[in-house]
């Protein structure tokens, strides 16, 4: 069993001066109500569970969360989810990508005042920025299902996520974003001489 602190449970105690249940998460004593009592120990077990389906933290006061904070909790997650075989799956790049820009214009900005304007402004950002319109569609899709994982943690108010689904994506011939090329036929010098290889394979 690993003895390293950051995976160990905080431990109900007692609070001597008053007589309390005590457990110290995130750096702040949580009083669950008398010690050694039935409705104490229920306290401490719902705290810690959410302690723990929260990542380890407790939810913060909606009105207090930043978009920094937001989107560093959501990296926490999406580095141990999107993995396969212990290898970071190509979602994780897309997601390093819309967690940056989001970043960069709106780290300071509470989480609870992000709205539409501010999405519709990162999405002009993006497709002035040279980026396909496919992509800049799936990195303001990423950005809403920070969100919306937001949501189920508690983080964030479930209207705000609401509200951003109201920003279309982007349209083909209505951005500036470019649409990638056409993709190129394969010239008939290279069927003929392919056709050969796939007979011998059995193909």
């Given at each position: 069993m690993s003895t390293d602190s950051t995976l160990r449970v905080p431990s109900y105690?007692?609070?001597?001066?008053?007589?309390?249940?005590?457990?110290?998460?995130?750096?702040?004593?949580?009083?669950?109500?008398?010690?050694?009592?039935?409705?104490?120990?229920?306290?401490?077990?719902?705290?810690?569970?959410?302690?723990?389906?929260?990542?380890?933290?407790?939810?913060?006061p909606e009105s207090d969360l930043t978009i920094a904070e937001l989107a560093l909790r959501y990296w926490r997650f999406a580095d141990n989810y999107f993995r396969k075989d212990g290898q970071p799956t190509g979602s994780l790049d897309?997601?390093?990508v819309a967690l940056r820009i989001l970043r960069q214009s709106y780290a300071r900005t509470l989480a609870a005042d992000f709205g539409t304007l501010a999405l519709q402004a990162i999405q002009k950002q993006l497709a002035a920025s040279g980026r396909s319109r496919r992509y800049c569609n799936y990195l303001i899709d990423t950005i809403r299902r920070v969100f919306k994982w937001g949501v189920a943690q508690q983080?964030?108010?479930?209207?705000?996520?609401?509200?951003?689904?109201?920003?279309?994506?982007?349209?083909?011939?209505?951005?500036?974003?470019?649409?990638p090329g056409p993709v190129a036929l394969v010239g008939n010098d290279v069927v003929d001489a392919t056709l050969p290889l796939n007979r011998k394979a059995g193909r």
């Open positions: 105690r007692r609070h001597k001066p008053t007589g309390q249940a005590v457990v110290m998460l995130c750096g702040k004593d949580h009083y669950l109500g008398r010690f050694n009592t039935r409705a104490s120990r229920a306290e401490y077990d719902r705290l810690i569970g959410e302690w723990l389906a929260a990542g380890r933290c407790l939810p913060k897309r997601i390093r983080l964030v108010a479930e209207t705000v996520h609401r509200a951003l689904q109201a920003v279309p994506g982007l349209r083909i011939g209505r951005t500036e974003a470019r649409e």
